[in-house]
C-alpha cells in the first residue's frame, strides 16, 4: 500500500514511526512532514491546506490512503475535495468529511450535538456580535469562574478560565469586538467550569463501527505544577491510572455509544479518529471536547502502547470492518516530555541546530520530532514545541524518569521542558 501522512508536528512523527514498520506499506510519503518523519519515508514540500499539491501527489506517487494528521485541513474539507474527484476513485481517506469535522471545527456545534444525544456535558449559551450585550449581562450573572470558548480553530488557544467578572467581560470584549482570535471567535461558547480532573480517550470509526484505543492524559500548561499560560500539550502519560474498568465502561456507554450513534443517525459518515476529552467529576464523565483527529503530544504515547498493525487497522476503517478488529495494547506505562524553544508559548526564535539527537537509546525511548525542519542534513528548531521524548516505564514515575535522562542528552538553544509530567501519580 502506497501512503499518504498529511502533517508536520509530533503526531505525524509517531504516526509515520508506526505506519513505517508495516509490512502492508510499499512506501510512505509525509507532506510537508519534519526532520524526523524523513528518517520514516519521503518527505513532500506541501501545505496540508494546497488541495490542488495534495491532490497532484496522490495521483503522481499512486497512493491508495491518505492519513490527515491536523485538524485544519480536515474542517476546510479536504476529505470531500479527495473523494469527489473522479482521478482518485480508488482513494480511502482517513479523516471525517467537513460536516464530520465540525465536531472540532466549531465549539457550539459539537455542544449542541451533545444537547441532542443527552451526552453529559457542561451547561452552556453561545454568543455573537448580535446579542453580545446579552452576553456581557449573561456573564454577570455567571458563577466564578467562568469559562469561554473561541466556537472556530484558534490553535489550542481559544479557551480562556476567568477568575473575575472584569477579566471576564474584557476577553469577551477581545474575542467578539476586538477579533482576538480572528474569525474562529467571532462566536463565543460561555461554559459552566467543571473541576475535576481530565482525560483524552481515543476512538476510531469507520463510518458504521468504532474501536477504542489507549486512553492518555496530557499537560496543557507551561509551568511545574500545571502553572501559567496553556501551550499545545507539554507532556502525557497512558495508561491513566485512575481510568478503572468502571469509569471507561461508563464512558463508553454514556458517551462513546451516543456520540457514534449520533453520527450515523445524522447521516455523518464519520471515517477516522475522534478526540474525546473528558472532565472527570466525582467518577461521572462529562464531555469538554471533541477533536476529529488524534490529540498531540497523547499520539506519542498512545501509539507506542498500540500493538496492532496500523496500516491493517486503517485498512479495516477503508472497509468498514472494525468490527472484526480486536485492539491490544502493550501493558507498561508510556511518559513523553516535550521541549520547547524559550519563551513558547509567547515570543521564541527559530533556527537553532539541535543536537545529540542520535544519542538516545532506542530500548526504551524514542524521540519524535514536533517543530522541526531540515537544513544541510542537520535538524533545525521550527516551532513552539520543538521534539518530545517518549519512554516505557513499570510506573508513570519510572517513565518519567527514563524520559528526562534521555532528554538532557539533546540540546538546542534556549531549550526548555517541565520536570514534572505526571506529578500527581508519583
Not at 27 to 38: D, R
Not at 343 to 370: Q, T, V
Request: net charge negative; charged share 25%; proline share 5%.
Amino acid at each position: 500500500m502506497r501512503i499518504l501522512l498529511l502533517g508536520s508536528g509530533g503526531r505525524e512523527h509517531a504516526l509515520a514511526w508506526k505506519i513505517s514498520q508495516s509490512p502492508l506499506c510499499e512506501q510512505l510519503f509525509i507532506a510537508p512532514g519534519n526532520a524526523g518523519t524523513a528518517n520514516c519515508g519521503t518527505n513532500l514540500t506541501i501545505s496540508v491546506t494546497d488541495f490542488e499539491s495534495i491532490k497532484t501527489a496522490c495521483i503522481k506517487e499512486k497512493i491508495d490512503l491518505v492519513i490527515v494528521g491536523p485538524e485544519e485541513p480536515l474542517v476546510k474539507g479536504v476529505t470531500d475535495f479527495l473523494i469527489s474527484d473522479p482521478q482518485l476513485k480508488h482513494l480511502d481517506v482517513i479523516g471525517p468529511d467537513k460536516a464530520g469535522a465540525q465536531l472540532e471545527g466549531s465549539k457550539a456545534f459539537a455542544k449542541a450535538f451533545m444537547m441532542r444525544h443527552n451526552i453529559p456535558t457542561a451547561a452552556y449559551k453561545e454568543f455573537t456580535l448580535e446579542n453580545y450585550q446579552e452576553g456581557v449581562e449573561y456573564i454577570q450573572k455567571h458563577p466564578l469562574p467562568i469559562v469561554m470558548k473561541a466556537d472556530g480553530l484558534a490553535a489550542g488557544k481559544g479557551v480562556v478560565i476567568c477568575e473575575n467578572y472584569l477579566e471576564a467581560i474584557a476577553e469577551f470584549d477581545l474575542m467578539i469586538q476586538r477579533a482576538k482570535f480572528g474569525e474562529a471567535s467571532k462566536r463565543v461558547v460561555i461554559e459552566q467550569y467543571l473541576d475535576g480532573i481530565e482525560i483524552s480517550v481515543f476512538v476510531l470509526m469507520d463510518g458504521k463501527n468504532y474501536v477504542i484505543l489507549p486512553e492518555a492524559k496530557d499537560y496543557k500548561r507551561i509551568g511545574e505544577g500545571d502553572t501559567g499560560p496553556n501551550t499545545g500539550g507539554m507532556g502525557a502519560i497512558s495508561p491513566v491510572p485512575f481510568a478503572n474498568e468502571a469509569l471507561m465502561k461508563k464512558i463508553e456507554e454514556k458517551v462513546i455509544k451516543p456520540t457514534v450513534s449520533g453520527l450515523i443517525a445524522e447521516g455523518l459518515e464519520y471515517r477516522g479518529f475522534i478526540f474525546f476529552g473528558f472532565m472527570i467529576v466525582n467518577d461521572e464523565p462529562y464531555m469538554i471536547e471533541y477533536n476529529c483527529r488524534m490529540g498531540d503530544p497523547e499520539t506519542e504515547v498512545v501509539i507506542p502502547r498500540l500493538k496492532n498493525d496500523l496500516v491493517e487497522l486503517l485498512a479495516a476503517v477503508s472497509a468498514q470492518q472494525l468490527d472484526k478488529v480486536k485492539i491490544e495494547t502493550d501493558p507498561r506505562t508510556v511518559c513523553t516530555v516535550v521541549a520547547v524553544s524559550g519563551g513558547y508559548p509567547g515570543d521564541y526564535s527559530k533556527g537553532h541546530e539541535i543536537k545529540g539527537l542520535a544519542d538516545i537509546n532506542p530500548e526504551d525511548s524514542m524521540l519524535f520530532h514536533m517543530g522541526t525542519t531540515l537544513q544541510n542534513g542537520k535538524a533545525i528548531t521550527n516551532g513552539g514545541r520543538v521534539f518530545c521524548v517518549t519512554s516505557y516505564g513499570k510506573s508513570v514515575f519510572d517513565a518519567v524518569e527514563i524520559s528526562k535522562e534521555e532528554l538532557q542528552k539533546v540540546s538546542f538553544i534556549g531549550m526548555e521542558y517541565r520536570s514534572d509530567i505526571g506529578y500527581e501519580f508519583e
